[in-house]
């Protein structure tokens, strides 16, 4: 782990539960929620027996490659290995990796959406830093104006990220592949972003019911008010949500 801020040394690292969970960037649209969420439902399904993961979406990550550990980075999702599926048996409220041994996760997703925020630039280099092996970036949508293309997926080598050709891309210290499928779910036809097997073999997502829908969109509720918090929260430390330092900076 990287600590910049020397006083950040002589100052105990907060637990989980001091550390709000979220922030309060709203989506631009419902599929920065949907396809988050249906990447981790597909692991539920074919990774039931495991207990050595753990998938977010939207939720705070605290970390100790920044000037201030108590200023999370919040990806659209990320996915951890060898830690614990449930914390102590308890659902987390935020992940902080000093309270995971160390353990930094292995996959995170970012989505661009209208208003663009730095996913390839100041985002892309603390994930580095940070350690995190793959770095994907989704821009369905935007990727012309951004010129990029619509799904990227980088590789941690020699400390920097190095973009992976073809397309679905295979991770294989994760086990995984991911790429993009038009399919029609839940009546309607899109394009998602997939897990597949080593031979490119989609894992197709399993399908909602009504009342699974419902639990979700309480769950979301859930989310935006924990969101409320981690903003009110930033704000009495004195910085502004929608304008967190660079990593580099000092407080």
């Not at 020397?6 to 599929?31: F, G, I």
């Not at 999370?72 to 060898?82: K, N, Y």
């Amino acid at each position: 782990m990287l600590i910049t801020d020397p006083q950040a040394q002589r100052r105990p690292l907060p637990s989980p539960e001091e550390l709000p969970c979220s922030d309060d960037t709203p989506v631009d649209n419902e599929d920065q929620n949907l396809l988050p969420n249906l990447l981790l439902t597909t692991l539920y399904r074919i990774w039931q027996q495991r207990q050595d993961w753990f998938f977010a979406v939207d939720m705070a990550l605290y970390h100790t490659a920044g000037a201030n550990p108590r200023v999370p980075i919040v990806p659209d999702a990320f996915l951890s290995l060898g830690v614990e599926r449930k914390k102590n048996g308890k659902s987390r409220r935020s992940y902080a990796v000093w309270a995971e041994g160390g353990v930094v996760p292995s996959f995170v997703l970012e989505m661009v959406s209208f208003q663009a925020r730095e996913e390839y630039g100041e985002k892309l280099h603390l994930y580095a830093k940070l350690g995190v092996l793959y770095y994907v970036v989704y821009n369905p949508e935007f990727w012309q104006r951004d010129h990029h293309d619509p799904l990227e997926v980088y590789r941690l080598e020699g400390g920097g990220y190095q973009r992976q050709s073809g397309e679905p891309v295979w991770m294989p210290e994760i086990g995984l592949g991911i790429g993009r499928a038009t399919q029609t779910y839940l009546g309607m036809e899109q394009e998602m972003l997939l897990w597949c097997d080593d031979t490119g073999r989609v894992h197709a997502p399993p399908e909602f019911s009504r009342e699974e829908l419902l639990r979700e969109q309480r769950r979301a509720t859930a989310a935006e008010h924990q969101a409320q918090k981690l903003a009110a929260y930033l704000r009495s430390l004195g910085i502004e949500p929608d304008n967190l330092p660079n990593a580099d900076d000092r407080p």
